[in-house]
């Protein structure tokens, strides 16, 4: 340790231990710059040095999934017809944290040339939010920056923001997470890959120019945990959506036009990580020279150049007899490229500066940090909670009237049109259930019949008091939201967002998280094709609550065959699926919002079936399909009434009750019980749908019929539809 | 008849555009290159299509507005051809000078993206003969700078002159300040030039032109030019 001080250690969070073993591999100190790409390239952002041994546990392979998770920017998978949908969700937490308008806007932009990066275009967007309560102005500054960032990206891109969601919970206060999935679609015999090909094909750097944003955005912002946020604030990049349009354009041209022999975004750690990733994946070595760099300020260093992370920048491999070819088709669209260096047979990155040599490192030991497996345990506090007897916990002094319409107007489930709004949620004409109507957006594929239907879900509440059931109920949530259009899922992507895995009770929670997703994944047979990991997710010491986010991906046969949550047409039978009776079990209520809202407690521990909720996924997915169902909506966040209050609204149209209760009414009509769908059918369809459930083995039971203009629950609830409206959108300031 | 539809760095509704010329009303079309000043005699009618041309920087279509096919546009125009912009193509019409106005943040400063109606105020346009007096057609609108804007006289003479070819309504056709989603003065969603050839709109018909889309009353405005074209 005679070269290095610990500050600059801590500076591109690497440890002593990290160092030295470098050191020991290298036989050498390294230099600055070399030194530098050890610290991003080693990072948790980049390295996924904690997550990587439990995320081998996720299933990933399928009859549909193209290639493994990691081998390229994005997973990828075959609808027929010679097509490929290509998906991936990514955080962007710290950075939003620090500056949130272009930390979101950046997230969009990075998430989008992942997708990009397979030579796929771009069709939809969602994100999955969340933040701390907004009667604080700095999470009110944070959640405005956000929205207004990806609403500002987004629309400028033209690709479709189409769902997600939004969540609040104190522990997300200062740290909000910001987790963009993009979804594109490409034709698989123009699939595009990371490979660098043969020894002497070029490395073509286009794009923006290359300035000194974003320096130390893997190592120091996404590594690790951080107090000092105005001073972070170079550290977080500036977007152009413009100019990020125009490379999609010019991307997916140069692609199409057969001289791109592999395609690599830029995203963290710049220059370093994306050469790097590509050049290991083919076993081969490269030849840098940054004086070739198209920079944006001049006099930048060797160091600055390969650690920056300005946007909307890609590398395209080509031979190098393309290289006019290529150039035409990029001045085209006025696009600023440069050719930086070459493919080499070596086995290391050699980076000039002109004639002077800059770095030059193995890529192997580059790309292979030293990975980390710790042992977690369950904290006391946690244990607690879980046991915490609900029965005891005493009926609320509010009416039920009351209690659902304020849990209507919580942040966590209210109408969140006011944020979606500010969204282009249709360009490209493909949004066939467009955000607030359905527990899924659906699209349409163009040429074809056939639809994809996309949801993401993650109850950290959930997660909280049981990481295991979390991430099973996180799969079973997504899963049943595209379910409920009536679309198969079909694969997963998912962003692991927790705090400092270093805690013991930390990493519990990521391990045993991922272990329940892979479980749910194996009972209903979708595997995990691509996925981030964010994690050092605190504030003051203090971890945010495990928030594993699912993206799920559903495929629709037919896109007519789909259906919304809203009731359609009075005199329909409304049914619950997956459980015969209405029960009141005080256990329903555990980790409800109910409870959150009405007993500031978060205590209990949450349940799922997998089997069983695979069996009322698939009833209700047959249900749609055969048109035996005019609506489907899961019950989620706020229990059935809450579920049924949704249904109306969306529809306008009232509900009378006409069913019993067993236990208590709170736990009975916001208690969160998972594995249950409210569907509405027309009467002479009752008959068929209790066939069905019957011979699928799922249990049902009949709630009453759709019709008026109000809510009635017999004896506990009469509220008309305005009422609840109010209640519901009463919205974000 | 023929369609061109032309596409500036930024564009994106140009797809969706051909995808309700070509596709859905199978009429023959072209894509026109904004580095190119040419010879459009050959087009009935040109679309400049929405997005977000040269990022909408300075001002959303001030920088479009000076790109040569605009000249072409301009003397296409002047020959009588049909020019309907959209969007951001409304923008860059107001620009160039050849419709009058601007269009400014909207009131509230936020991006929307919903749907609209839009009262039809004026059937006697090739883009709105299809239309029946006063009908309302439903269409989304997706824009931050909509708010369109326009001094005393302007404003007089496009009433006087029948000019004011769509306003935000209600359901029911009430010219409302409820119903007007960025502040346009008089609640204007769209007007044309004297001449009558030139129509700019800030909703986007091309997104309403099939029931799987949630309407289709964007085909009313289209089929009008397509019936238009072959009266003449």
Known sequence: MSLVNKETLDEIALTVEEYHLIVETLGRTPNALELGMFGALWSEHCGYQHSKPLLKLLPSKGDRVLFPPGQENAGAVDIGDGLAVVFKIESHNHPSAIEPFQGAATGVGGIVRDILALGARPMALLNSLRFGPLDDPNNQYLFKGVVGGISWYGNCIGVPDVGGEIAFDSGYSGNPLVNALCVGLVAIDKLAKSTVGEDGNLIILVGSETGRDGIHGASGLASRTFELQESMRPAVQVGNPFLEKVLIEACIESVASGIVVGVQDLGAAGLTSSIVESVYKSGKGVYIDVSKVHLREPNMSPYEVMLSESQERMILIIKPENKNRLADLLSKWDLPWSDIGKVTSDGRIKIYDGKQKAADLPIKTLNEPKLYRLKGNLSSEVEQARLYPLSSIPLPDSSPGEVLRGLLASRNINNKEQVYRQYDSQVQTNTVIAPGVADAAVLRIKGTNKAIALSTDGNANYCYLDPYRGGMIAVAEACRNVSCVGAQPIALTDCLNFGDPTRPEVYFELEWAIKGIAKACRVFNVPVVSGNVSLYNETRGKAILPTPVVGALGYMENVAHRTTMGFKSEGDAVLILGTSRVSGAAKSMAASEYLILYHNMLVGRPEIDLKLESRVQALCRIAVRDGIVRSAHDVSNGGLAVAIAESCLVGGLGFSGDFSISGRWDAALFGETQSRIIVSVPPQMVGAIQKLAVSMDVPWAYLGLVGGKNLIIEGLIDLSLKQLGESWKNGFH | ?232
């Open chain 2, 1 to 232: 008849m023929k369609f061109g539809i032309v596409v500036f760095p930024g564009t994106w509704s140009d797809v969706d555009c051909k995808y309700a010329v070509g596709d859905i009303l199978q009429q023959p079309f072209e894509y026109l290159w904004h580095k190119n000043n040419e010879d459009l005699s050959r087009f009935d009618c040109v679309i400049l299509p929405g997005g977000f041309s040269y990022g909408d920087y300075l001002r959303a279509g001030a920088i479009a507005s000076l790109s040569p096919i605009m000249a072409s546009i301009d003397t296409f125009a002047r020959k009588g051809g049909l020019v309907l912009g959209i969007c951001n193509g409304f923008q860059i019409l107001c620009e160039s000078g050849l419709l009058p106005g601007v269009l400014m943040r909207n009131d509230h400063l936020q991006f929307r993206c919903e749907w609209t109606n839009l009262k039809v105020e004026n059937t006697v346009t090739p883009f709105t003969a299809d239309c029946c007096d006063g009908q309302v057609l439903r269409v989304p609108i997706s824009h931050g700078e909509g708010n369109y804007f326009a001094d005393e006289n302007t404003l007089h003479e496009l009433e006087s002159e029948n000019r004011i070819i769509f306003r935000y309504c209600s359901v029911d056709g009430l010219v409302t300040d409820e119903s007007n989603p960025n502040g346009s003065v008089n609640n204007i969603a769209g007007i044309v030039n004297s001449k009558g050839n030139i129509l700019g709109m800030m909703p986007h018909p091309e997104r309403c032109c099939e029931s799987l889309m949630g309407g289709i009353d964007g085909l009313e405005i289209f089929q009008s030019i397509i019936r238009s074209i072959a009266v003449v």
